[in-house]
């Protein structure tokens, strides 16, 4: 597995836009600068939903609403993260490939993916009259707050792929190695 992610990034490497993406100075900070705007706008959204739904915050407004009308505007900004996220992928392939903070957050990412698949169709089979009490049922509390926990991890761990103490390039011990997918051929950096 590790030798195909390896396999799959250096082809990535050798397209020249992978490598003027990186060089580029004003649009590769361009696409950084908006995948982290976007990343607070849409987790600030989240945050709001989820926020709503452990009874902590906006206990005035009802929880189907407040899903309802940030739904749209929510996605609309994480279509954005991901675009930019692929880009940076796109850019760095090799390196980021062999991050273990990267794999990490990929997971996680999995995790809060199916997590929200689950909250929403939680939210929708819950029935009614609990969408105006200060907290929502405890099947979308437990989602909420797994969402809370991934994606501040996600973030966490986002920014620790610029500071990659387990680099291959630095020979990291086991495990770490192998959950970095570290391979013997590291020329393309």
Known sequence: MNQAIYNFAVWLDTHGWSTALHESFYLYNWIETTHVLTLMFSLGLLFLI???MLGLALPGIPAGDLARRLHLPMLLGFSIMLI???LL???IPVRTAQSLWFRMKVVLMVAAAINAWCFHHSMTTAG???DTARKAPPALQWGAGLSL???MLIVVFGRLIAYDWFDCRTGPPEPFATLSGCINEQTHY
């Open 50 to 52: 989820d926020l709503r």
């Open 84 to 86: 930019t996220g692929l």
């Open 89 to 91: 992928f796109y850019a």
């Open 128 to 130: 009614t009259g609990w």
């Open 149 to 151: 926990c991934f994606w």
